[in-house]
């Protein structure tokens, strides 16, 4: 059963457009949303987080919103860079209650970003 | 500042042969210690946790074990390797809830089991 979706396997952007990458999830006890950025060969980065208690973050170029009613969230990246190219998981928290700092995290989606 | 190694990057193992993935942490005292993998086409899939020495979680059944027998070393074995368990193995700490300590990744250990 997977609780964090990322539907969209690969998405294509022009540089210096906005990237969109969205993320749904299934249970109503996450509290805490990450997403982290990946490239070959290489662990995933944290990039960005948000809290249940938000619906919205910035941070740069990055910007996380999360609708609770919709169980959804996205990552914006405007403007979108080559570097910006890399694999992005969205990832949650299984809740408050829980102190073992372990996440649940989507498939995955690559992104292009075209020169 | 604290860092994370593992080891070794890349591995191929024939199917029934034993495994050892060894994983430590430098830089911090009683960390929450992880395995995940990303199987192809497939997202991170958490497979042990560790809130602390010889204190194993497991997710999800499978013929693979973890052991910690340090505060910052975490091990992933296995006795028989099936080619199922091929994938990109990785170990992560944090220091407890994700508010204040997103998990933190090594840079992987690609296991090809022929």
């Known amino acids: 059963d997977q609780q964090v979706k990322q539907n969209s396997p690969s998405l294509s952007v022009q540089e210096g457009r906005i990237s969109i990458l969205n993320c749904d999830y299934t249970?109503?006890?996450?509290?805490?949303f990450l997403w982290y950025k990946k490239y070959p060969a290489e662990g995933p980065t944290f990039l960005i987080s948000i809290s249940s208690i938000k619906d919205k973050n910035e941070d740069g170029r990055f910007t996380v919103f999360l609708n609770k009613s919709a169980k959804h969230l996205s990552l914006h990246i405007v403007p979108s860079q080559p570097g910006d190219s890399a694999v992005y998981f969205c990832a949650a928290s299984p809740g408050v209650s829980s102190n073992t700092g372990k996440l649940i995290f989507g498939q995955g989606t690559t992104l292009q970003v075209k020169p | 500042s604290q860092t994370i190694h593992q080891w070794p990057a890349t591995l191929v193992q024939p199917v029934g042969s034993p495994l050892s993935l060894e994983c430590t942490v430098e830089g911090t005292s009683n960390p929450n210690l992880y395995w995940y993998r990303q199987a192809a086409g497939r997202g991170l899939q958490l497979l042990f946790y560790s809130v602390g020495i010889g204190q194993i979680s497991s997710e999800v059944p499978q013929n693979l074990s973890a052991s910690r027998p340090q505060d910052r070393q975490f091990i992933l074995s296995s006795k028989k390797l099936l080619l199922s368990d091929s994938g990109f193995y990785l170990c992560?700490?944090?220091?407890?809830?994700?508010?204040?300590?997103?998990?933190?990744f090594g840079n992987g250990t690609r296991l090809t089991v022929t």
């Open positions: 249970n109503s006890m996450f509290d805490y």
């Open positions: 992560a700490w944090s220091t407890g809830v994700p508010y204040n300590s997103p998990l933190h």
